[in-house]
């Protein structure tokens, strides 16, 4: 590109010397550390939003350009305009289509109009309809063409902690790091994990700041205070600052004054304020002037914000996670989500199924698609498996993950991928995307970013599902400990205690639902995917000591379920990344991703002790990510984090030991007891006979037995290759049952031994007179 002439270069050098004359420095300048360079080893990845045409971009500062960027912008728009010129009016051209896999189509629901799908409502600070134009020069941008930005990531962490810079501080747990929206203290609020940043002094020089790493136009910030069970603390008012070298900033303005942006009232609901004019910078600044009289200054934030295309820069472009699956990336709402199993249904009528098992509080049922290459039957000797999500309805990442899942097994199914066609083919799956759709509705009216920690966590009526189900631990440790006395509670099917199973008690509706389900079906395996972490945990969930809050608590299965609960983990793009930030408090690299649920925090009723306890089903609990309600633009990377475990997890479906077994006629025996000899822990057989038993590689003794059969024992090997060893049984009866089969079908009752004791001697007295 030709350069201008000595006089344009001149003229156009005094009129930035005037602008930056003009600028008044906002706060204390001084030199702040680039950690840019510390920071390019770590694994950081970047989900370009899409871009509007560059006549529609906010005006950038002109402090941070210089003078050789604003040329080359005025020459690309005399250029451009030279070129509408000579062209004719064409009508404008439709998106390229991206390509398709062989025999994939996409799944598409009906889809709302455009912006009716923000996700980003709630609370925030009244906008300003005035148009404004500050002292520094900086034009308007008119609300018609307002974009709306997607968070930055402070909470999903793809802000690093290198990114963020403070004042001052009250202590390291306090730091900048800790100053992400929703982020939670640690049991004790110690010096590492608390729940906000929080100054070390309380005066109008503090601030907070955000280092984008790149032009970002900036479009609003959302504010916390601390999340603390003992203390209260917020921001109740704060100026905006905007930067591109972190040294001279300029502060948004309301006309002539500074604005004044309103906070929070309390520290846990988010406040959303938009900034009047979208401000291109690389540093945004928050300086607090106003918080809560009895407390301190703290806030937790997420700012939003559009990162402007850099393809100079190798960095951001190498980090940027795309998809190669075209699938239906979006958020749901109840309808959407009952459209959308109808088109993955019409796609695949031939592998899929759609069924409720029950309904919610408010009504709405509780919809499963079912996929299989024999859809709303059992097939002897197939395994089932399950997902389930949404048990907090707040917790939506799971909800999607399912509905993606749901889409890509039928595409690729029809592309005929020999992975996928041999697990549907193999396996009877069962995915269950939103168990407590009424908590969903309600966290949708806050949006993805202003719905706060626990808003629509819980039922309708008030009800926590993951902790619902009945206590059968208790039963099953207090029969153990009465060693003297005879074992009334066997070591599985343990009976669901009958004040549970009264209408008074505080069960919800879609709990029992569950258990309804869980009885009917004979799972083997399933997942339950859950949010505002990274780890996956296995029972038991309950600690077996009185009084204590957390204590490794293993299972007689412990060695199966960490393998399984690895088995996600390892897959999973992130979870046992050592380099990675916790989500909150807690370090789960130690045992790579996984944890034993009561050395974490013990829940007494939860789905994953009832289902090993009351069925055969081995159940974990899946925490997919840091973010429970992330923005839509993150569904894409968030989807690559978990295809692959979501795909590997079920296959484990197929690990340990399998079989029939039937009496002499071939008939399969229902309920038979499967023993593994050193697991204190049994499994029974379906209705046909058939059963599972996870197990990890090895040799064990396996025994089979029935009421009324005689037990037989076999030596099972289990390999390392993927597919469970074959392992069958045939019982014959006792000679007790016997004869009571011989006595029944000749309509006579088998007499009872001690009476006729009593009549054999007056039989051989009468003999012998």
Known sequence: MAHPGAASRALALAFVAVALTGVRAQGTAFEEPDY????LWRRERYYEHPEREPELFSPSLHEGLGVEKQEQQEQQEQQEQQEQLQQEPRPPKKAAKAKKAPKREKVVAETPPPGKNSNRKGRRSKSLEKAARDDHGVPVAHEDVRESCPPL???????????LHASTAKRYGLGAHRGRLNIQAGINENDFHDGAWCAGRNDLHQWIEVDARRLTRFTGVITQGRNSLWLSDWVTSYKVMVSNDSHTWVTVKNGSGDMIFEGNSEKEIPVLNELPVPMVARYIRVNPQSWFDNGSICLRMEI???????????YHRRNEMTTTDDLDFKHHNYKEMRQLMKVVNEMCPNITRIYNIGKSHQGLKLYAVEISDHPGEHEVGEPEFHYIAGAHGNEVLGRELLLLLLQFLCQEYLAQNTRI???VEETRIHILP??????YEKACEGGSELGGWSLGRWT????DINNNFPDLNSLLWEAEDRQNAPRKVPNHYIAIPEWYLSENATVAMETRAVIAWMEKIPFVLGGNLQGGELVVA???DMVRSLWKMQEHTPTPDDHVFRWLAYSYASTHRLMTDARRRVCHTEDFQKEEGTVNGASWHTVAGSLNDFSYLH???FELSIYVGCDKYPHESELPEEWENNRESLIVFMEQVHRGIKGIVRDLHGKGIPNAIISVEGVNHDIRTASDGDYWRLLNPGEYVVTAKAEGFVSSSKNCMVGYDMGATRCDFILSKTNLARIREIMETFGKQPVSLPARRLKLPGRKRRQRG
């Open 460 to 463: 309708h009526d008030g009800i």
């Open 153 to 163: 990531g402070l909470e999903t962490l793809k802000i690093t902690d290198f990114q």
């Open 421 to 423: 066609v041999r697990l």
């Open 36 to 39: 840019y360079g510390q920071e």
């Open 304 to 314: 939003l914000g559009c990162p402007l295309p850099d393809p100079n820069n190798y």
């Open 434 to 439: 939103s168990l407590n759709p009424d908590g």
């Open 615 to 617: 069925t055969n089903c």
């Open 538 to 540: 296995y029972p038991y």
